[in-house]
């Protein structure tokens, strides 16, 4: 249940007696941010370092960790399109990303799961990413940083949505520059 705007701040509510009393889950809010001229971009909840991101520079792979769970993005093709999802823990592929050619959307398949990411707003940077269940990850983009408000604890999707932003945001620097 949406409690404040389209994509803000949700809840989640159940009855727990005949008093129609409700348990309220709420989003976590985490902030992420890169130092000018830096690869690594930081993950922090409150000021808790959740996890980081780091893409190499002369190409669309990353390396990543989210909780101590090391991951490893690489992309593959001619046109670098799709990415595997590879994890440390399980020494295995877990997903892949593929991105759009003419959108700045993309589909991510994680664990068997399909979600799909676009932007949303052009002026604010903002992405969505909609999981099968119908809830939201919103990501909001600002110089060398954002905010991801999301209901769901899964550290590889969180850092599958923000490698996808950071590969857009890279591609569209390139063009401007």
Do not use: C
């Amino acid at each position: 249940m949406k409690l404040f705007g389209q994509f803000g701040y949700y809840a989640i509510t159940k009855p727990v007696s005949s008093h129609d009393q409700k348990i309220t889950t709420m989003n976590t809010t985490y902030y992420w941010k890169r130092g000018f001229f830096k690869s690594t971009n930081k993950i922090f909840n409150e000021s808790n370092l959740a996890g980081w991101i780091k893409l190499k520079f002369w190409s669309q792979s990353a390396d990543a960790e989210w909780e101590l769970n090391r991951y490893f993005f690489k992309s593959v093709g001619f046109f670098r399109n799709q990415v595997f999802i590879y994890d440390f823990q399980k020494n295995a592929d877990i997903g892949q990303i593929t991105f759009s050619n003419w959108k700045e959307q993309a589909t991510i398949t994680l664990r068997d799961k399909v979600y799909a990411l676009k932007r949303i707003s052009i002026w604010k940077s903002t992405y969505v990413l909609t999981t099968p269940e119908g809830e939201f990850i919103e990501y909001k983009g600002k110089f060398l940083g954002g905010a991801i408000n999301t209901p769901i604890n899964d550290g590889a999707l969180i850092l599958a949505g923000l490698y996808v932003i950071i590969n857009y945001e890279r591609k569209r620097s390139q063009r401007s520059a």
